[in-house]
């Protein structure tokens, strides 16, 4: 079983690796700013900080003025970590992720999906511990 940190950590220091959708990124702001907190971790890989999973998250905690997210940090490169591409017959690889990530040259939405096993969800961490 992986070892994960749970972390507030600067939204600033976060990496973003692919590109989001405006329809869900509205839709889930709404939903935080009205529930008043975060319900899961972003999961970004602990040496380089890219972000793994949660980039909708990611933008609404940014576009609602936070300061900090919750994150739960990974070893990216433990074999218990995997990453497939969302459309059929595309590949994707852990490097060419953390490449996007370290660039700032985003990767199509819905480029990589990754597999987490035991992935914390459930956080509920309020907005105002974040601002």
Known sequence: MPKYQIKIIAIGSLKPHEEIC??????????IKKDGCVKD????????LV???GHHRWNSLLSLGMAFCPCCLVDYQSGEIGVVCWRTGEKISKKEV????LSGKLLPQKTSRHFIPDRPLGLNVPLADLR
């Open 22 to 31: 405006p329809l869900h990124l509205k839709n889930l702001r709404a939903e």
């Open 51 to 53: 972000i793994l999973d």
């Open 41 to 48: 971790p972003i999961i970004a890989d602990k040496n380089t």
């Open 98 to 101: 953390l490449s996007a990530g």
